[in-house]
C-alpha cells in the first residue's frame, strides 16, 4: 500500500528535480576518491586524507559552523519576537510587518555590500562615531568585517534571514498560534505564562524547518562571506573556491572533497528536515 | 537525454579533430590570409576586468576601431591568471568547446599553461607590428625569465611602486630599511597585500635583502631560496607586530588596501603599475593627494602580454587583435595618463620620427614617477618558481600562524 | 530604519563622490557613476544578461515546478513526503559545491561559458523551489473541479489547460517570480559555469566591490535590489503563501 507501483512511477518527475543535485555529488565524491577530474590516477583516500588532516579545514568548519549558529539564532529570535510584536491587524501591525519582510527579496551579495560599506573600520558607523567625539582615526573602530569573530557577516546574514524567518513565524501564528493561547488564557496564565507554554512551542515546531533551512543555506553562503569574513580563518565556502581555482591543480582535488562533504551535510539537513515535516504532520 | 547527451559529444570530438587540423594552418598562412579569415569573426578576450579605465580603453577605442579597420567584434570578458589556467585545464578534461580567443596574462600563469600545454602557438613572431618591439629589453622579450618564442606577444608594461599620502606622509621612507624604520614608528599604518602584489612586494625585499636582482637571475635555485626567503620572513617578523591590525590579518588584494588607504586606515598602498595613482585618483578611488614613489633598492618591472588558448575557436582573430595591440596607435593611446598610463613595449627608435616625438612628449603625471626615475630603479623578474614558492610559504609561515 | 539603512547607503555611494573617511556626506553628488551604465557597456551588458536568464529561469521553474507538483500531489500521503524532501535538495545544496559537482557535465555537453549552460545551472536551483512551493499549493487544491470536469468527458489535456491551469494563475505567477528571485540574485553558479564570459549584474557587484570600485558596485547593487523589491511588491501579498508552503 506504501510504496505501490503507481505511486512508485509516479515518484519519476521528482527524479528530474532530485537528480541534477545528486549527480553533482556523486562527480565531487568520485573526484574526492581520484576517480575523476583532473587528477585521475585512480582510487585513491590520498586526497580525504589530506584535507583531514589540514588544520585550515577543521578550522574553516568550525568558524562556519559558528557563523551559522550565531546568525540563525539571531534571526530566530528576532523573528519571533517581530511576530509576537506585530500580531494584531491593526495597521500599525500590518506595517510592522512589511518591514520586517521588506529585505527578503534583497539579493544576499548586495546585503554583503551594504554591510561592508556601514560597518567597515572606515565604514559609515566608524565615521558615525568620529563625529560623535569617540573616535579619532578608523583603528580606533573595532574591527567589525574581516574580523575573526565575523560581526560584520552574521550582521549581513541576520539581516537577510530575519525576512524569511519572520515571514514563516507570521504565518505559523496566525494559522496556529490562536487556538491554544486563548485556551492557556480562558485557563488563567498570564502574558508570559501563554508566551511560554502556549506561543513558542507552537512557533519553535512550525518554524523548525525554516531553522534548518536557514542555518543550511548560511553555512554554504559564499558571496557573503567573499565580502564580509576574514583571510584567518578561512570559511568553509572560501576555502572551497580557493582550492577549486588552484594556480598550479595540485589542490584541486581537495576541492571536490570540500564540495562533495559540503553536499553531503546539505543532504543530512533535508533528510531531517523530512522527518520533520512528517512528524509536524502528525503533529497537526 | 542520454542520447542527446551521446549525440553533443560525438559532435564535439569531430569539431575538435577538425579545429585542431585548421589551427595548425592558420601559424602557416600569410598575414593578408589571416586578416581576411578574421574579418566578421567574434574575438572572446578574458582578461581582468577590474579597472575602469584599462575597460574603457578596450571596450570604447579598441573595439570600435577593430571592427571598422577589421570587421572583427570583440567581446571582453573577466577572467584573471589563475582562474584561466583552472578553466583551460578543466576544458581540456571535459573535451569541452573553448571559449577564450585571447588571454591576458603572463609570468607564473605563462609558466603554468606552458608547461600543462595549454596555449597555441608559437605565433607572435608572425605579427607584422612584431618589428617594432623593444626586443633588446629583457623586460619585455622575456616573462619571468622565460623566453617567449612566439607563445605569447606582449601588450604592455608597468613597474611596481609605493603609494602614499603627500599630506599625511611628508618624509616618505625611500628604501627597505628606511621603511623599516618608519614602521616601527608608525605602527598599524602598513600592510601589503594576499595577492599578486603583495608577493611583488616581499619579492622586491627579497633582492633587497640578498644584495640585488642580479644574484638571482639564471633560473630557480633552492638553496638560493631557502636563504633568501628566511631573510624575508625574519623582517616580516621583526615588523610584523607594527603592522596593520598587529599583522595578524591582511587585505585581501590591492583593491581592498586602496580603500583602506584612501579611507584613511593605513598610509601606504602599493601597485604594480606606477601610473595606477594618476587612473584612480581620476576615477574617485583615491584622494587627490596621492602620490607614487619608488623604492631606491630597486623595484619591479614587468611586462604583461597575450596569448592564445589551445583551444581558441578564432586564433586568426585573436593574431589580429594581439597585432593590433601592438600598433604604435594603440600603443600610445594606451600610455596616456588620461587613459591608462600603461608603458608601451614598442621601441621608440623603431619607429618613425613623427611617432617617436608624440610618444617622448608624452609627460608623465605629475601624481606619477618621472620615467627616468623609474629606469634608473627598474629591476627585472625573474624565475616564475621564486614568486610562487614566496607566496605559498608566506601563506604558511606567516598568514596561517598566529604572531 | 534597519531596512532603509543599507539601501540608503549603496544610494550615496552610487551618487556621490570623494566619500572618504572621515566624511559622513558624500564630498560632491554627480551622477558620473550611474553614467557609467550607458558610458562602460559592461553594466548594461550584465544587466540585460540577467534579466535574460532570470526570465527563462522563471519560466522554466514555474512551469516544470506546476506540472511536477501537480504529479507529486497524486501520489499516496506517506511517499509525497519523500518526493517533498527530495525536492527540497536542490534547494539546500550549496550553490558552490553544486557548481563544483556540475561544471564537469555542463562542460561536456559543450555549454560552459554559454547563457544556456548558465541557464540550466540556475533552474536546477530554481525547479526545486517552485516543485516545494507547487507541492503545498496542489496538496490544499480542491480535485474535485478536475474530477468533474472529467465526468463531463473532458480528456486529461484539457482539464489540464481548461480547468487546472486557469484556476492557478496567480500561484504560476508568484512561481515564476520566485525562480525569477533564484537566478536573478544567484552568484557561485553564475561564476562557476559562466566562466566570466556570462556576467550576471550579481557576479559584477562582487567584481566591483573586489576591484575597490565602490560608486559602481553600489550601482549594480541598487539595479539589483530595485526590480526585486518592485516585482515583491506587485506580487505581494500573496508570498505568505509561500511560507505556507514549508510550513
Redesign the interface.
Known sequence: MIADKRSLTRLFPIALVALPPLLGLGYALSASLGLSGVANGGLTLQYLREVIASHTTWAAVGWTLWIATASTVFATLAAVLLAATFRAESTADRIGRMVAVLPLPIPHVVAALASLLILGQSGLLSRFANTAGMFSTPAQMPPLVYDRLGIGLIFALVWKEIPFLALIAFTVLKSRGGLLEESARSLGANRLQTFLYATWPVLWRGMLPGVVAVATFVAGSYETAALLAPSRPLALPLLTMERYTDGAMELRPDAFVLAGFSLLVSLAAVAIYGAMIARAENFK | MAIVGCALLLSACNKDRAENGNRGAIARLPWADVVSLARGSTVTWRMWRGDPSVNAYVDCWVAPRLMSDYGISLRAVEGQGPEIVNQLVVERQARARGVADLVWINGETFHNLRAADLLWGPWASRLPNAAALDSSSSIVMRDFEQPLDGWESPWGRVQFALIYDTVRTRHPPHSFAELKGWITKHPGRFTHDQQFTGVAFLTGLMYSLSGGAEKFEGGFRRALYDTASARVFGWIEDVRPDFWRSGRDYPLGVAEMHRLFANDEIDFTMSYNQNEVVTKIRQGVLQPTAHALVIADGTLANAHYVGIPFNAPNPAGAMVVANFLLSPEAQYEKLRPEVWGDGTVLDAAKLTSALRTRFESLAADPHAVPPAELARHAVPEVAPQYREHLAADWKRLVRERAP | M??A???S??VF?SFG??W?????LPTHWST?AWG?LV????LLRSLVISVWLALLTGGAASI?GF??GR??S???V??R??????????????????G??????V????L??TLTGVWLAHS?VA??YT?VYFIGVFAVFDRRVEEEARSLGASPLVTLARVTLPLHRRQLAEAFLLGF?VS??Q??LTLLIG???V?SL?TS??????????????VA?LL??LP??V??GLVGSS??R???A??
Open positions: 534597519w531596512t539603512l543599507p539601501i547607503v549603496l555611494s563622490e570623494g572618504f573617511y572621515p566624511r559622513l558620473a557609467e558610458g562602460d557597456r559592461r516544470l506540472e511536477i504529479r507529486v497524486r501520489i499516496a506517506p511517499l513526503y519523500f518526493a517533498l524532501t527530495a525536492a527540497f535538495i536542490p534547494v539546500a545544496a550549496p550553490p558552490l559545491a553544486l563544483i559537482g556540475l561544471q564537469y557535465f562542460l561536456r555537453a559543450g560552459g561559458g536546477v525547479i526545486g516543485t528571485l536573478w540574485a552568484v557561485p566562466q566570466g564570459a556576467e550579481a557587484v562582487m567584481s566591483y566591490a573586489h576591484a575597490g570600485q565602490d560608486h559602481l558596485a553600489s547593487g539589483l535590489t526585486a523589491l516585482l515583491m508570498i505568505r509561500l511560507a505556507v514549508t510550513v
